[in-house]
């Protein structure tokens, strides 16, 4: 199986605070990694899909990038509605495995 | 809007059987595949598994593999997850999401039910 993870585990930060999110896959993946947003008490929301497109209705000061085995997650100018905890996600090969998540929160 | 629910969840002692339902709103369900994802404080999230809309083909997590049953009723816009000889390690909140265009796998989740959970304890 294709192993995920993710650094930091956790951060706090400012509103108005520029945050990257880091996700290395165990081998490589192309571009087939996927992140969500969860808040707590929520399911899941997909942000961003194939490392770089944001889905519809996200927010542009969300941003991805990476290829193979290394994927960056930014957010540029974090909102009081970003503190959250974000997950990376591989759509390569089953099993559909997603990393332990980044907790962001207020500083 | 796109709506899913899950419903089926409880407390089930281990060894024990449970099915679970989710039934999805508000966008043509038979032309997706759909997903179930468990989430646990410990372990995170999972993939599960999963059921194409055509043929309705299916996959599973190896955690799960010979347990679990992934079936769908596309007349009721319902799928369903029968969990047989359940063990402590598959308490946790489960999920079904949909794909974002798949019709094969579900891999990518673009819509999710609010989940239900499940607890295995003597």
């Known amino acids: 199986d294709i192993q995920m993870t993710q650094s930091p585990s956790s951060l706090s930060a400012s509103v108005g605070d520029r945050v990257v999110i880091t996700c290395r896959a165990s081998?490589?993946?192309?571009?087939?990694l996927n992140w969500y947003q969860q808040k707590q008490g929520r399911a899941p929301t997909l942000l961003i899909y194939?490392?770089?497109t944001l889905l519809s209705g996200v927010p542009s000061r969300f941003s991805g990038s990476g290829s193979g085995t290394e994927f960056t997650l930014t957010i540029s100018g974090l909102q009081p509605e970003d503190f959250a905890t974000y997950y990376c996600?591989?759509?390569?090969?089953?099993?559909f495995g997603f990393g332990p998540g980044t907790k962001v929160d207020i500083k | 809007e796109v709506q899913l629910v899950e419903s089926g969840g409880g407390l089930v002692q281990p060894g024990g059987s449970l099915r679970l339902s989710c039934r999805g709103s508000g966008f043509n369900f038979r032309n997706y595949a759909i997903a179930w994802v468990r989430q646990t404080p410990g372990k995170g999230l999972e993939w599960v598994s999963s059921i194409g809309a055509v043929g309705g083909g299916t996959h599973y997590a190896d955690s799960v593999r010979g347990r679990f049953t992934v079936s769908r009723d596309n007349s009721r816009n319902t799928v369903y997850l029968q969990m047989s000889r359940l063990g402590v390690d598959d308490s946790a909140v489960y999920f079904c999401?949909?794909?974002?265009?798949?019709?094969?796998?579900?891999?990518?989740?673009?819509?999710w039910g609010q989940g239900t959970l499940v607890s295995v304890s003597s």
């Open positions: 081998q490589g993946i192309s571009l087939y």
């Open positions: 996600q591989q759509s390569y090969t089953r099993p």
């Open positions: 194939s490392s770089s």
């Open positions: 999401a949909k794909d974002r265009v798949g019709v094969a796998v579900a891999d990518t989740l673009d819509s």
